[in-house]
């Protein structure tokens, strides 16, 4: 996957765990526990197609539908 090369910042260690948004609930609880191992300060949900039935407590979520959301609810007041 390209993902870890995207999200790569200096200081930052960056770990992918790329589910298909569509291949359901149990492939994302699976992803969701791979990268749990790691212990991540906060996850990027950067596709359009996850909601948040794809978000788990405990870790700091940015889900990409949302933030354009909120963006857009800004700009047009």
Known sequence: ????RKWARPGTEVHA?????????QEAE???RRLAAHRPDRVVMDCMSYTTLHRDAGVTMLLA???VARIAAKLTG
């Open 1 to 4: 996957t390209q993902l870890p």
């Open 65 to 67: 539908v949302k933030t």
């Open 30 to 32: 699976l992803a969701a």
């Open 17 to 25: 765990e790329p589910p298909i948004p569509s291949a359901g609930a």
